[in-house]
């Protein structure tokens, strides 16, 4: 007889899987009433400083 397994045991479903990297880019930017607005971005921990730059310009 094959083992039960319990509910709560961790198992190892997402080793298989690539994983990458990744960090969220907040930028902020004024609008002309003088509020702020805020822009989310996931993008890849290697790809920041490219993100930041593109932003700024």
Do not use: P
């Amino acid at each position: 007889m094959a083992k039960k397994v319990s509910k709560n045991q961790r198992t190892n479903r997402g080793a298989d899987a690539g994983h990458r990297n990744m960090a969220k880019v907040i930028m902020a930017s004024k609008k002309q009433n003088g509020h702020y607005e805020f822009r989310q971005k996931m993008v890849e921990a290697s790809q920041v400083q490219d993100e930041l730059k593109a932003a700024r310009s």
